[in-house]
């Protein structure tokens, strides 16, 4: 009896060492979720009632956001990720009042200018905490979920404050992991980018999910990119009838080139995939 319970204390300490509090290790289903923020993107991973979040969309679709938050749950946002100062990724962020629970932490690359984005950060402007990424990254905010960081490269030297079509270009690329189960966030980078990304990360690229790179636009298409993605979806944010285009015939013509079921979020919505670790469902 002695020798017996023994061995379940060492299991025990076994299990608890293994599974960090948190979001208690490998338990729980992880999701994540595309929004519907019209001509905009903002992105959610959630597991335990903890969140990343990619980006908050344009201002005008801040009740948006917010719905989609509620429908998550209203989780702790541990770390918030704005992909680059570009309206439609970040406008929201004025909006967030104290019934968000977030920490705070705020993730951007060190070619962004901090005081844009702080400026834009409303009540939270005083309580932000810049923290910056930049490929080889990886972040552990949420225990069992793995964010590697793909792009911007560290050490280019670019003009600041950067246009319009650099912040596209350096904006920010995630590689989401839970076990099997893999997830790519591409935000707005453009084709030179993507064929960059693809030549450096390769393989790294791989996901079954795949939220496409700016909206749709026929300038973010890249064939070596895709092939290394190999994804099951894509989800394409836009607004419907937008004055850019968005989706571009290009851009859906190579998705559905590589296999992939197009999903639109001025069609389908705010989108919520759910995976178990080994598959999304």
């Known amino acids: 009896m002695r020798f017996s319970a023994f061995l379940l204390c060492c299991l025990a300490l076994f299990v608890n060492c293994n599974n960090p509090t948190g979001d208690s290790g490998a338990n ?4 994540f979720c595309v929004a519907d ?8 991973g959630v597991i335990n009632k903890r969140a990343v979040v990619w980006d908050v969309g344009p201002a005008n679709q801040y009740p948006a956001w917010r719905a989609a938050y509620a429908a998550l749950g209203s989780p702790r946002v541990e770390l918030m990720a704005i992909s680059h100062s ?3 990724h970040y406008g929201a962020l004025q909006f967030l009042d104290s019934q968000v629970d ?4 705020l993730l951007i690359s060190p070619y962004e200018d901090t005081a844009k984005i702080r400026a834009g950060a409303g009540v939270w402007s005083d309580r932000v905490n810049f923290r910056f990424c930049v ?9 069992s979920v793995e964010i590697v960081c793909l ?3 560290p050490g280019i030297a670019p003009d600041l404050p950067l246009d319009g079509r650099l912040r596209n270009r350096y904006s920010l690329v995630f590689s989401i992991r839970r076990g099997h ?10 084709s030179t980018a993507m064929a960059e990304i693809a030549a450096h990360s390769a393989h790294d690229l791989q996901a079954q999910i795949l939220s496409a790179p700016h909206h749709g636009s ?3 298409v890249n064939k070596l990119f895709f092939a290394y993605t190999s994804a099951e979806t894509a989800i394409i944010s836009c607004a419907r009838q937008n004055s850019y285009g968005h989706p571009s015939q290009k851009m859906i013509d190579e998705l559905m080139y590589f296999g992939m079921r197009v999903m639109y979020t001025y069609i389908d919505n705010t989108v919520i995939f759910t995976n178990n670790g080994h598959y999304w469902y």
Not at 37 to 44: D, H, R, T, Y
Request: hydrophobic share 40%; no cysteine.
């Open 37 to 44: 923020v019209g001509q905009g993107l903002a992105q959610f």
């Open 181 to 190: 189960a893999r997830a790519l966030v591409t935000s707005d980078i453009d």
């Open 102 to 105: 977030w920490s705070g932490a």
């Open 151 to 153: 792009w911007p490269p």
């Open 135 to 143: 490929r080889g990254d990886t972040l552990r905010a949420l225990n």
């Open 28 to 31: 729980g289903d992880f999701r």
């Open 218 to 220: 026929a300038g973010s």
């Open 86 to 88: 570009d309206e439609d």
